[in-house]
């Protein structure tokens, strides 16, 4: 599986962008497929995860109610549209595919695939 994730950019807070993470192969059902981010001298952090089969989405407490993940199985894509973006958003993103299961979908050791990232800066 190759990952390559787009839509990333320089915006204003309050507006809302809206990424892609294209994959090529096939992404097995019991597959996560889900967004990280990272600042620089941060660690990478969890932002938002959904199973490639469908069922309920998993968020970070600091962007629930702001982003939501899905995806679109016939595109082989996973979007994240990102509402009401704030200065601390920024962050390059990435989007990842693998198998934790249930209770470790957060942590980015249980990924197996990783997109390039993408460059998401929110000016205040």
């Known amino acids: 599986v190759q990952l390559q994730a787009s839509g990333g950019g320089l915006v204003q807070a309050g507006v809302s962008l809206r990424l892609s993470c294209a994959a090529s192969g096939r992404i097995p059902n019991s597959y996560f497929m889900t967004w990280f981010r990272q600042d620089p001298g941060k660690e990478r952090e969890f932002v938002a995860a959904?199973?490639?089969?469908?069922?309920?989405?998993f968020y970070a407490d600091s962007v629930k109610g702001r982003f939501t993940i899905s995806r679109d199985n016939a595109k082989n894509t996973v979007y994240l549209q990102m509402n009401s973006l704030k200065a601390e958003d920024t962050a390059v993103y990435y989007c990842?595919?693998?198998?934790?299961?249930?209770?470790?979908?957060?942590?980015?050791?249980?990924?197996?695939?990783w997109g390039q990232g993408t460059q998401v800066t929110v000016s205040s």
């Open positions: 990842a595919a693998g198998r934790p299961i249930s209770t470790t979908y957060h942590r980015a050791e249980f990924y197996n695939y």
């Open positions: 959904v199973r490639w089969s469908g069922g309920n989405a």
